[in-house]
C-alpha cells in the first residue's frame, strides 16, 4: 500500500469521541465568551485557525486607532485576549500597523490579518503599512515570510536592521 498525503489515517473511536468533546467544549464556551466580549467590544467574527481551534474575534475602534483581538474558545474569556493587532489610522486611505501581539505560531496572527483586510476594504481603506524596526530583527524572516503570506510588499534593509511593509488593495 502507497502513502499519500490524500489519504487520512482512520481515527478509532475513542480519537473521534475526543475530538467531539473538544468541540462541543469550545462551542459551549464560544457562547459564553461571546456574552462577555459584547459587553465591551463589537464581536466581528467566529472564526477558525488553520489547527481548528475556534476564536471570538472583536474589536475597540475610534476614528484614529484600531485594535483587533482574538480570544480562543480553549478557555473561558476573563478579560484578557490570546492575540491583538493594533493599527493607526494615518487618513481615508491609509491604516498603519503598529504592533501585532499574542501567542506565536498559532494561527492567531493570520485570522487578524484577514480580518484587517477585511475592514480595510469595508472602509474603502487602500493601503496597510506597517514598520520593520530592530527590535523585530530576532526574527525578520519569520516576519518577512507572515506579511508576504499576506500579501504586503515587504522591503527590507539588512544594513540598518529595518524595514516596511505595504498591502495595497488595488493589487
Known amino acids: 500500500m502507497t502513502n499519500s498525503a490524500f489519504l487520512q ?7 473521534l469521541k475526543e475530538e467531539l468533546d473538544d468541540l462541543e467544549i469550545q462551542l459551549y464556551r464560544m457562547q459564553n465568551n461571546i456574552k462577555e466580549i459584547a459587553k465591551k467590544s463589537e464581536v466581528i467574527s467566529i472564526d477558525q485557525t488553520p489547527n481548528d481551534e475556534w476564536v471570538v474575534v472583536y474589536a475597540d475602534r475610534d476614528k484614529d486607532t484600531w485594535q483587533l483581538m482574538l480570544h480562543s474558545c480553549k478557555r473561558s474569556f476573563q478579560g ?8 493607526e489610522v494615518k487618513d481615508d486611505s491609509t491604516v498603519h500597523i503598529a504592533a501585532i501581539k499574542g501567542e506565536e505560531n498559532r494561527g ?6 484577514n480580518h484587517l483586510k477585511e475592514i480595510a476594504k469595508e472602509e474603502n481603506v487602500q493601503y496597510i503599512t506597517g514598520d520593520l524596526v530592530k527590535r523585530d530583527y530576532g526574527h525578520v524572516d519569520r516576519l518577512q515570510y507572515f506579511y508576504e503570506k499576506h500579501d504586503f510588499d515587504v522591503t527590507i534593509d539588512h544594513t540598518e536592521k529595518c524595514g516596511e511593509i505595504i498591502w495595497n488593495d488595488d493589487e
Open 9 to 15: 489515517e482512520e481515527k478509532s473511536k475513542n480519537e
Open 80 to 87: 484578557n485576549w490570546h492575540s491583538a493587532l493594533q493599527a
Open 108 to 113: 492567531y496572527g493570520s485570522v487578524l490579518m
